[in-house]
Structures are given as C-alpha cells and as structure tokens.
C-alpha cells in the first residue's frame, strides 16, 4: 500500500520509521517491520540475538496465517460464501490477541526494533501460542470443509485465471501467487534470512496457476507456517533479545537493499544513507505483487461478475413477469416497470437514464 | 545451481563494455546510453530472470535508477545502478526484458519524474493525472500539511 | 457426487449451533487487555523531568511541551498530547527515563469534538503549586546558607577576639 512513507522516512530517524512500515501492510505488520529493520541491520552490521531472531519468526510466521486467513476467508466472501470468512476471521482473533499479549497493538504492532525487538514474550505468551498451533489444524479442517470442498467455490474458480509460470516470472510476481503457478521460489528456502535455515519446512506449489491453486497454496502455506512455529517454540533459546546498538542509531554513508519473504510476497526495502540519523535515499517497499495479486483476483472474477448480472437480471426478468402484471392490474391496467425502457415509454414515464439497463 | 560471481559478470562484460564497473559495495555500475542492450545480456547470458524492484533515488546532482534481478529459485541477487542526469532524466524502458517493470516504471516516472523510453503505457500511476511535480524528489516543496 | 462438498459443510456450520458461542456481548461484557496495551495516555506530571526525550522520539509530532525556567530548575508548564495524530507505537513511553509518560488500558477515547481529542495534561495550578515549592525550597536553601554563614562568621568572630 503506498501512503508516501518513503517521502516521510526522509525527514524521521530511523528508529522513528518502524511503526510507519506497519502501515504498509496492516494485515502483516510484523512482517512489514522485520523487512525494513532486516535492511538497517545489514547496513549497520549489527549482529542480532538469536532469541530475538526466534521471536521474530515466531511473530513473523503467525502474522503470515493471520494474512492467508483474510486472503482465504476474504477470497471465500468475494465469490458468495460468506460463512467461510467469518470463520477464518475467528481464528485471526486469537493472532491478534496473541500479538496484543507481545506488543500492544493488534494490527500495527511496531514491535521489531533495530537490533532486536522492543520486549521479550510476555508470560504465558508461549502456552497460549502452543496451544493455538495445536488447534489450527481442525480449524484448517474447518476451512477444507467449508470453502475448499464448497462446489461451488470450485466451480467458481477452478480454471479461472491461469497464469502460466514464464509469465508470472516476467511479470515479476513473487509469493504464493508466483508458487501457484509452479514456481519454487520461496526467499525462507532459496536465500535464508534470519534463521530459517535451522527449520524443517516445505514450499507448496500449485500445479495449473489458476484462482483456486492460489487460493490452496495459502491454505497449505499455513500449515507449514504452524510447523515452523512449533519448531521456533520447542527450540526458543534463551538470553538478551535486543542486540548492541547504541540509542541514537547513525549507520554510515551507503545503501542497502533487503528482502524478506512476505505473506503476499517479497518484501524489499532499499535504504540510502548519507551517514547522519535520517535516512537520505527513499526505501521502497517492493509490494508490486500484491497489487498484481488483487488484480489477478479481480480478473478471476470476472466470470463470477458475469453470473452476477446473470442472475441479476433473471430475478429482473421474474419481476417483470410475475410481479409487475400484478402490481400492474392494480395500479390500473399500466405496467410499471421501472427498469426497463419500453414499459417506461408505455407507462409514459421518463426515467432517468442510469435506470435503463 | 547458482549463477556466476558478479565480479566475473562485470569482467567478462567489460570486453565488450568498457564503460561497465564494479563499486566498492558489489554492485554492478552500468552506462546509461546502451543499457537496455546489456540489461538483455543480463538476462539471457547470465540467467537473471527476476526483477525483483526497480526503484530510483534523488541524490540532488543527479538520480541513480536502481535495478535488483535475481534468478529464480536460487540465491542470487544483483544490484544495478544507472546515473542519470537530472535536468534531462530519460533512461531506456525495460519493459521488453522484464514484463513486470511496466508499473514500477510508472511509479518512478510518477514520484521522480524519471522518463522511461518506449515505455507501453507511462502515465501517473499513484497521484493524479493534474498533479504538478514529483513529490520524491528532494527538493520537492509543498505548501500545507502540519510541519 | 455434486452437492456432497456443500452437506458436509452444512454440517460444519450446524454443528457449531450446540458450541459455545465465541464472541463477547461487548459493552457489558468485555474481553481482558493484556499489560503492554496502548490505550490512553497518562501523564505523571510530579515524575516529567522536562527531558524533551519523548518528544524527539514521536515520530509524528504528537507531544507539546513546555517549559519555564524557575531558580534554575525546569518546571513542566504545558504537556499536551495530540491524539488525533498519534500512532500509537510506544516509542515515547519507551524513551522516557522516568515513566512519566505512560498507556493505560482504557480504548473508549472517541470524543464528540475534534478539540476535546487533545489531551492537556498540566493543570495551571499545578504548574503554580510545583512553582511556590521550588520557591519555597529555594528560600529554604538561601535561609539555610544564610544561617550556615552566619555561624561560620560567629565562629570566626569568637576564634579571633
């Protein structure tokens, strides 16, 4: 999302940025901190705790389900199957309450800091998040059964909006919508950041590209999500959670870019520094795939658009035939259809035109 | 699999390009006038087939389009950098190359006012069409807001 | 067979009308805030050492303060707190050295007037109580000084005749 922060970051300190990349992507705000303080640490060098890189998977990895689960639940509400969401956002609920419980927000939690992050987990943090990833399996079993099972769900996009792997590779399409087209490009795998290397998980792909295979591969993602978590948790070490960095944070002049593996995709932030404590260049949140995800979803329905004004205009045609004759007869004989032109001309009425079909 | 090291890229385009240089930080410096040429040599000689942004940054004496590719499914990236003028910022389109440059082009033409040669479809992408200046640039002024 | 998908998850659905319910009748009932909770500010007016700190971490220029010099020593005239504009991020609780500056649990900060969102949190008196003391500990100090120097001039007085 483009708020113009790049423009704002020039005239912040660098610690004064983080709750503006939140902002980002609201629905993955953990996540959106971590690309950015992943840059500045790489341009400062600074070495980061490992109990606080535990903690950042643990949190990044769980802002990643909250963000399928609207990607899912939502995409569910979009093609007519409202039930889905709401169920979906039930278990967002307890995420966010987990990232209430760890930094005070629900959405913008602001929580990275450069160098580590603002606060260690909270008592009964780890209980609570445990006992969530145990449960998210019969949720997902919920899910499976409501929307992925849904007829009618298939049928609307099953084969809708294939998008072949060349073209998802030139269209620089990154994320689950590049791994539903077949694409094994996963940053957690290809370049590890962090310590993702230390964690046993796969990269599911789709097989034909297509609305549905985006939509599964979310699905599948969070599953393998839970299982990173689980690992963080029973492996979290113990010691310092924010690394030496002094108060007022001064890298020295120069660039970097950095990327991380969003939910929606990569994440990259390139940051300029001309040596003082506001950052010079612009950083750029490479969000494009976001944008072309939406887009491709929209395209998708374009069939479900169709059977929209479809069945739009066969309850218009219904009226027409069954209750306007009736309501007719009464009113004196006159048919009173107000959305279509020729009854209007017998009816001797003129309507404004946005009412003619 | 990986790709080559970018200092045997940047010899090897040397030969050819004499203009072609490495900077301290590791990232390839490419001349402006035949980049869209060595931005395909990039692509299919050395197998860089995503550009994962594509950005650029006002440094008050001229503006640095910046060009990140990497290879699918490996752990490669590259950073490129271009020097453009600033009182007459016009650099190539890739829009040839990598399909997916079109709207980040437009975003830097939107925010920097950086003219993208043989672009498909260069207009405004975020502000509207009527808005004067870009508002990345640095010495960008606007009247209002808080401060 | 087609329709099968849809049965069972109808049978989800029911069966979730013999479940407990998960949501909150919400004003009458209301869910626990966790501790880090950023609410409404609170400003501890006796522990504010005018550092300035949280106001050069605000990242959006949320927090006014003012200050008056009386007998060497700051004295906190005007703490105002711009909510409108505030993000909520904690970075001034964070920075401030004494927890002057803090979030409570409180989230119902809806107002009916856009000037009421601007928390003042100095009352004048309270500016005019901490000035008489500082005066007052001031006089004190003068009169003790005063009293010592007396003495030690007494002293003198008797060690020379």
Request: glycine share 8%; net charge negative; charged share 25%.
């Amino acid at each position: 999302m483009h708020r113009g922060i790049e423009k704002l970051a020039e005239s912040r300190t660098y610690t004064q940025v983080i709750p503006y990349t939140d902002r980002l992507d609201y629905l993955a705000g953990m996540l959106m901190n971590w690309g950015y303080v992943c840059a500045v640490e790489k341009l400062m060098e600074i070495e980061v705790p490992e109990r606080a890189e535990y903690i950042r998977v643990i949190v990044g990895e769980l802002s990643r389900i909250a963000s399928h689960l609207v990607a899912t639940g939502a995409y569910a509400a979009d093609v007519g199957g409202l039930t889905g969401f709401i169920y979906t956002f039930r278990d967002r609920e307890e995420i966010m309450d987990l990232f209430e419980m760890v930094s005070g927000a629900r959405l913008t939690p602001s929580y990275m800091r450069i160098g580590g992050v603002a606060g260690d987990l909270p008592e009964g943090f780890v209980e609570r998040c445990s006992k969530f990833i145990d449960y998210l399996p019969t949720a997902i079993e919920e899910y499976n059964g409501l929307i992925t099972g849904n007829e009618i769900f298939q049928h609307r996009t099953k084969g809708v909006a294939i998008l072949s792997a060349e073209k998802a590779i030139d269209m620089s399409l990154s994320g689950p919508v590049l791994r539903a087209s077949g694409v094994n490009y996963d940053l957690r795998k290809a370049r590890p950041y962090s310590v993702y290397d230390r964690f046993d998980f796969e990269v599911p792909l789709g097989t034909k590209g297509d609305c549905f295979d985006r939509y599964y591969v979310r699905i599948l993602e969070m599953e393998q999500s839970a299982k990173i978590i689980r690992q963080a948790l029973d492996n979290l070490p113990e010691g310092p959670i924010k690394g030496k960095v002094s108060k007022v944070i001064k890298p020295p002049a120069g660039e970097v870019y950095a990327e991380i593996e969003s939910s929606k995709g990569i994440m990259g932030t390139y940051v300029v520094s001309d040596g003082s404590t506001k950052p010079t260049g612009f950083i750029s949140a490479d969000l494009h795939s976001l944008i072309w995800a939406t887009w491709m979803k929209w395209s998708g329905a374009g069939k479900l658009l169709m059977w929209w004004q479809f069945s739009a205009a066969l309850i218009l045609y219904l009226e027409k035939l069954i209750v306007n004759p009736i309501w007719g007869v009464r009113q004196g004989g006159e048919s009173l259809c107000k959305y279509c032109r020729r009854h209007k001309k017998s009816a001797g009425i003129r309507w404004p035109d946005r009412y003619s079909y | 699999m990986t790709g080559k090291p970018i200092n045997e890229i940047v010899e090897e385009l040397k030969l050819n390009y004499p203009l072609v240089e490495l900077s301290e930080a590791g990232q390839i410096i490419l001349p402006e006038n035949n980049l869209r040429e060595l931005m395909g040599q990039l692509k299919d000689k050395y197998g860089l087939n995503f550009l994962t942004n594509l950005t650029a940054t006002d440094y008050l004496e001229y503006f640095e389009v910046i060009y990140n590719l990497s290879i699918i499914g490996q752990s490669d990236m590259v950073h490129v950098k271009v020097k453009v003028d600033r009182n007459n910022p016009v650099v190539p389109s890739m829009v040839s190359i990598w399909g997916g440059a079109i709207w980040q082009e437009r975003e830097v033409y939107d925010l920097l006012g950086i003219t993208f040669t043989d672009h498909p479809d260069l207009r405004r992408i975020l502000l509207a069409d009527d808005w004067e200046g870009h508002p990345l640039r640095r010495d960008y002024q606007w009247e209002g807001g808080r401060d | 067979m087609f329709g099968e998908g849809l049965l069972k998850g109808l049978r989800i659905t029911l069966g979730w009308f013999f479940k407990p319910k998960v949501t909150v009748q919400y004003p009458e009932q209301r869910c626990p805030i966790p501790d880090r909770f950023y609410g409404r500010p609170e400003f501890d007016y006796d522990k504010c050492i005018a550092c300035n700190q949280c106001v050069l971490a605000c990242p959006n220029k949320v927090i006014k303060l003012g200050t008056e010099t009386v007998d060497k020593k700051k004295v906190v005239t005007e703490y105002n707190f711009d909510q409108q504009y505030c993000l909520f991020c904690g970075l001034c609780e964070e920075s401030c050295p004494k927890d002057a500056i803090k979030f409570s649990k409180d989230f119902e900060l809806t107002q009916y007037n856009r000037p009421d969102i601007e928390i003042k949190f100095v009352k004048p008196e309270q500016v005019e109580k901490k000035k008489i003391e500082i005066k007052k500990a001031a006089e004190e100090k003068a009169a003790e000084a005063a009293r010592k120097q007396a003495e030690e001039a007494k002293k003198e007085g008797e060690e020379g005749s």
